[in-house]
């Protein structure tokens, strides 16, 4: 059994951040920091496909990290077009490797969230990435290294299939898709939430 969900306030670039924590049983292997959708489309620390990444990391033993992004929730700041955020997660990195874990971390982050994500693994090598549906058609996102986790829906009309190929294809990045999945994978979290799972449990 994990722990209930904590909600906290941390020091960051534009103020504070709020954070939500979901811890596994025993001692934390490491930090999964989680990053949410486009700020100013609803996305949330609270939104399905992120706690759906945090809940698949607390079973696979790692500190589940959730900020909201500045002007989101109890984050004070305003939106800063994908730079000011990138900046906000580092924060929330820094201070769940003083609190949990110093290991390098698993960055995980859905359609915005994931390609800030790719932009803050320039910063902070991670220990592996997961990234769910990246807007990649939306925000320029760098390359990521090989054993990423790239997880895309068949029928998501949000990012476009073939805008998600195009940037994986030069990496030669392989992509799970998700069959009949929209953008939110309504329907197939816990598939989602399997994929994750079993993924980590073959990797090397």
Same mark, same amino acid.
């Given at each position: ?71 989101? =929730? ?9 730079? =000011? ?120």
């Amino acid at each position: 059994m994990r722990a209930a969900t904590r909600r906290l306030q941390v020091p960051g670039p534009a103020g504070s951040i709020e954070l939500a924590i979901d811890l596994p049983a025993g001692t934390a292997r490491g930090v999964a920091l989680i990053a949410h959708p486009h700020p100013q489309h609803g996305g949330t620390l609270d939104n399905k496909v992120v706690q759906t990444l945090a809940r698949a990391f607390a079973a696979l033993g790692y500190a589940a990290v959730r900020p909201n992004f500045r002007g989101v =929730g109890a984050s004070t700041g305003h939106y800063d077009a994908g730079e =000011g955020e990138v900046d906000d997660l580092y924060a929330a990195w820094q201070y769940a490797r003083a609190a949990h874990s110093p290991a390098p971390p698993v960055l995980a982050g859905f359609s915005f969230g994931a390609a800030m994500q790719a932009r803050l693994a320039v910063r902070v090598p991670p220990a592996r990435m997961v990234l769910v549906g990246i807007a990649v058609n939306h925000f320029a996102a760098p390359h990521v290294p090989g054993n990423t986790l790239l997880v895309h829906g068949e029928r998501d009309a949000t990012v476009p299939l073939a805008a998600v190929l195009d940037w994986a294809r030069p990496q030669e990045l392989p992509l799970v898709l998700v069959p009949a999945a929209d953008h939110f994978f309504h329907g197939r979290l816990q598939l989602l939430r399997g994929i994750v799972e079993h993924n980590w449990g073959c990797a090397s």
